[in-house]
Every structure is written in structure tokens, then in C-alpha cells.
């Protein structure tokens, strides 16, 4: 691996309870950017398959049992300053303090109870069309955002109304891969994509254990998730090995933007992303 000093910022677009299934119904945005990327549908998150434990192993690269997030500490505490497992924002920020951190998050708690109070983040909770806007209206005034992460949640809420993989889920992955096009946009209108990195990936799918409209078990329908990313370096086409975790995801970020992982983090840089 190199160490790719082409890249300025990166962008974590996140939608709630997609799982693998955006191979289902069509995502043209997503599509066209991580198949110029990086992509898999075969990454694990991990268990429970639960949004704060997901999530929160995305950020602080170690599983529930180790950053001890739940849906209610989540939406009730901040996350520990002490913790040994620092957020890649936190990890930035140490680094810049200065440096422009953001989260856009339909569900609030991740900004509030997994995110470190001390990231002090430009942070936005609004429902996806809206947060959508938000999040690019941002990005063309602040070009010199380092991390930019947004979570869109009604995906989720469609699995757990209609079924996850049901029609009305697969309606709301498409309808949300139309806001992550207009982020995309954003990002090319300001002349950020050459030099950024963009994961796209997703807390945890649904369906499993003879739930259709529940997540939160070990069965592969709630723990096998979509995970892509596409920046310099990244050879177009990359297929991404099946071990893949949402831990990596803090990893990958810090790799990109030159920082050094806490060797708290059980997350790895996949040895087949970067060329
Ligand atoms: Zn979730």
C-alpha cells in the first residue's frame, strides 16, 4: 500500500438499514460512482445488528461489547471522552484542531451520542430530502470540510413498515440513492471529487431470523451489508474480499487522510483497497 497524500477529505454517506439491498432495486448514483471504486455486497457488520452498535463500530472501530453504545445511551449520553476507542472525527480533530468536521444525521442520536461532543461538529438532523439539500448546500460553501458524514434513516423506516427487501424498502433505497446524487453533485460542482475519498455503506440490513420487518440478530439477511468506496488510488473495479467489516471503516478513513489508528481500533485497512 501507498500512502495516498492525494487525498484532502473524505465523505461517509451512510443510509440506515440498506444491508445488501441495493442489488435489488436501482441505484444509479451509488452505482456509478463505487463501480469506478470499490465495492462489495458480501461485508459483515456486527452484532447485534442494531443502528447505535452499528454505527458505532463504524466510528470507533471495535465491536458493541468494547465502545458499549445502545440505541438508548445513544439518545440519552454523550460518548465517553475517556473512552479508548476515539471516532475517526475525534481522531481528526486532535489532529486539525481547526479543521472543519460535519455530520448530517436524519437520526439525531448519532450526532449527539456516538459522535464525541469534543468533534465540535457542524451537526444536522433533518429528514432525508431536506438533510440531502443540507449536506450540499454545505459542501459547495465549505470546500475545505475534512470529514463529512451523513446518515439517511427512512430507509430503515420503510424495512421495518414494510418488510426489508419489500417493494416499499426497495422504493426507499432508490428514492435515497436520488439525495446521495445530489451530495455526489455537490461534491463535483465544487471540484472535490479528485482529491477526496467517498465510502458508501450502510449500519445493517433486516429480514433475518423469521423477522421481515425486524434486524438486530446474527442471521446473514441482518448482518450482510453493502460497502464501497471510490477516491485516488482506488483502482476502478476493485472487488473488495468478503471479510470486509464496518470496523474497517475507521481504519480506512484515518488511512486516507494520513492519520495513525489508535491500536485500540480492531479494524484493518482491506489489503486490497488501496493500489
Ligand atoms: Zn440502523
Not at 461532543?117 to 459542501?139: F, K, M, T
Not at 460553501?141 to 424498502?169: C, R, S, T, W
Request: glycine share 10%.
Amino acid at each position: 500500500m501507498i500512502v495516498s497524500r492525494t487525498i484532502n477529505r473524505v465523505f461517509v454517506l451512510g443510509i440506515d438499514g440498506a444491508g445488501q439491498f441495493i442489488r435489488n432495486t436501482d441505484t444509479p448514483n451509488i452505482l456509478k460512482l463505487l463501480e469506478a471504486g470499490a465495492l462489495t455486497y458480501e461485508a459483515q457488520t456486527v452484532f447485534p445488528s442494531i443502528s447505535a452498535e452499528c454505527w458505532g463500530a463504524m466510528f470507533h472501530g471495535v465491536d458493541p461489547e468494547k465502545h458499549e453504545l445502545t440505541n438508548e445511551k445513544a439518545a440519552t449520553l454523550p460518548y465517553p471522552e475517556n473512552s479508548p476507542y476515539p471516532s475517526f472525527l475525534k481522531l481528526a480533530r486532535q489532529a486539525w484542531p481547526d479543521c472543519k468536521l460535519a455530520a448530517f444525521s436524519e437520526w439525531s442520536p448519532i450526532n449527539d451520542g456516538i459522535i464525541e461532543q469534543s468533534c465540535g461538529l457542524h451537526a444536522v438532523s433533518l429528514p432525508s430530502p431536506d438533510l440531502a439539500e443540507a449536506a450540499a448546500d454545505y459542501i459547495r460553501a465549505n470546500p475545505d470540510v475534512k470529514i463529512l458524514y451523513m446518515q439517511f434513516d427512512q430507509v430503515d423506516a420503510a424495512g421495518h413498515k414494510h418488510g426489508y427487501g419489500n417493494e416499499g424498502h426497495l422504493q426507499s433505497i432508490t428514492d435515497c440513492d436520488g439525495y446521495i446524487g445530489t451530495v455526489l453533485a455537490a461534491i463535483e460542482d465544487a471540484g472535490l471529487m479528485k482529491d477526496s475519498l467517498v465510502i458508501i455503506t450502510t449500519d445493517h440490513g433486516g429480514g433475518g431470523d423469521g423477522k421481515p420487518k425486524s434486524h438486530g440478530s446474527a442471521d446473514p439477511l441482518d448482518m450482510t451489508i453493502f460497502w464501497g468506496c471510490y477516491g485516488p488510488g482506488i483502482k476502478p473495479g476493485t472487488k473488495l474480499a468478503a471479510d470486509l467489516s464496518i470496523k474497517d471503516t475507521a481504519a480506512v478513513v484515518a488511512y486516507a487522510l494520513g492519520l495513525s489508528a489508535p491500536q485500540t481500533w480492531e479494524g484493518k485497512v482491506p489489503g486490497d483497497l488501496f493500489n
